[in-house]
């Protein structure tokens, strides 16, 4: 009851061809006969805490809406089901009274790429792969090389040489992947990895592939449904290859179609100043999309060419949405306030706080508004970046709420100067 669809000419093509683009180039995305789907907030309220595989999953809760299959192909770890913070911390230093903050970080692998990695893998199962492949800053080359690992495939790895937080390669290292290391950044890797898994028999599982969209759409879904069914008025997340936020879009309108929610919220994207390529064609009207050489500490999104802008424009027109970017130290001053109130995030992530911050203050946001921000990776994830904050290590940058370590002598009186009561 679904089909592949070109976003530029419409054209379409069955379910389970092999492909990731029309043949006039453009980006497919799968598009389900609505009309056909008997879902409703009841069913998916059935499902909450169930035990049994595969609706005990935050994405194949929602299988009718996700990629309705034979369970058989269903590979889940399971995924999802992340809480949603609540931090008057966090809160005094937006200067917004109502922000929560959905953890995507607290998925098996410690990313959001987990939702998406589920139903790509399942696609992947379905049309018989069995060597997938991804180019990555980190999370999804961990995620893709886990379930991977569990479906029995091989995995490979395009990585840019050096540019990747440990954390995130250890992951994909010890889940067995092949990793590739090249010379260059991320877009150079993108554009090697559609190359090869063009030519050779790997199925790609890179947000390029539109059932990885599928999967992220259950962030948004779930985040609702947590709210009792009640939509905030905004969604705020970062944007590295901009899929996220496609995916955010294109839950919130097949949700509507459907008559579980009447009211769209806004969708505000937050990318680092270094890396801002859709920003740029934001606040330039449209006009021309101009990839740029990304720089940012937040690896995650260090990405100056993102596949996913076409579809990420439809999304912030037809939501009234708005993008933002926030610098380096906007990043990790809000880092150690999202770390220090005891929820941790890499930096990332951390863009989003920075961007509610921004947009709170340009009186974007109102303060009678509610406000979900997306969290999408684990504090672990760049542990470099938190000691260096800490240790006021960081090149360029203010430790603005350094938590410096004290070396003492092994006596009471030492420790009595140093830890104040």
Excluded at 81 to 95: L, M, Q, R
Excluded at 266 to 274: F, M, T, Y
């Amino acid at each position: 009851m679904a089909f592949l669809k070109c976003i530029k000419c419409g054209a379409t093509y069955p379910i389970e061809e092999v492909r990731y683009r029309c043949d006039c180039g453009e980006l497919l995305e799968v598009v389900q006969e609505l009309e056909s789907i008997s879902v409703s907030k009841e069913l998916f309220d059935s499902r909450l805490g169930t035990l049994s595989p595969p609706y005990n999953s935050g994405v194949w809760r929602y299988k009718e809406l996700i990629l309705d299959i034979d369970n058989k192909y269903i590979l889940s770890r399971p995924e999802g089901n992340t809480p949603v913070y609540y931090s008057p911390k966090i809160c005094a230093y937006v200067g917004h009274p109502n922000i929560r903050l959905k953890h995507e970080g607290e998925n098996p692998t410690g990313s959001f790429k987990d939702r998406g990695m589920t139903s790509g893998i399942t696609a992947a199962r379905f049309v018989g792969a069995e060597v997938v492949a991804c180019a990555s800053t980190g999370n999804t080359s961990a995620s893709m090389a886990a379930y991977a690992a569990m479906a029995g495939m091989r995995a490979v790895v395009f990585i840019p040489e050096g540019k990747i937080a440990f954390g995130k390669l250890a992951q994909a290292i010890a889940y067995g992947a092949r990793v590739v290391e090249i010379e260059g950044d991320f877009d150079d890797a993108m554009a090697l990895v559609q190359e090869v898994t063009n030519q050779m028999n790997i199925y790609l599982l890179n947000s390029i592939n539109p059932f990885r969209i599928e999967g992220q759409k259950a962030i948004g879904i779930e985040a609702i449904q947590q709210s009792g069914w009640e939509v905030p008025d905004w969604f705020v997340l970062p944007g590295g290859n901009l899929g996220n936020s496609s995916a955010l879009g294109k839950a919130l309108y097949e949700l509507r179609e459907l008559g579980i929610i009447e009211k769209i919220p806004r969708i505000a994207v937050i990318q680092a100043e270094g890396a801002n390529p859709f920003y740029r064609y934001f606040t330039g009207g449209y006009t021309k999309f101009q990839p740029v050489k990304a720089e940012t500490l937040a690896t995650a999104i260090k990405i100056g060419n993102p596949v996913s802008w076409k579809k990420l424009e439809k999304v912030i027109k037809w939501t009234r949405g708005t993008v933002e970017e926030v610098t380096e130290q906007e990043i990790v001053d809000a880092k150690a306030i999202v770390d220090s109130s005891g929820i941790g995030a890499e930096p990332a992530s951390c863009a989003t706080v920075a961007g509610i911050k921004k947009l709170v203050e340009k009186g974007v946001i109102k303060g009678d508004e509610s406000v979900i921000g997306i969290l999408t990776g684990n504090l672990l994830k760049d542990p470099d970046i938190v000691i260096n904050y800490h240790k006021e290590a960081l090149q360029g940058l203010r430790s603005t709420y350094a938590n410096k370590p004290v070396k003492i002598k092994p006596t009471i009186e030492e420790v009595k100067r140093v830890v104040k009561l």
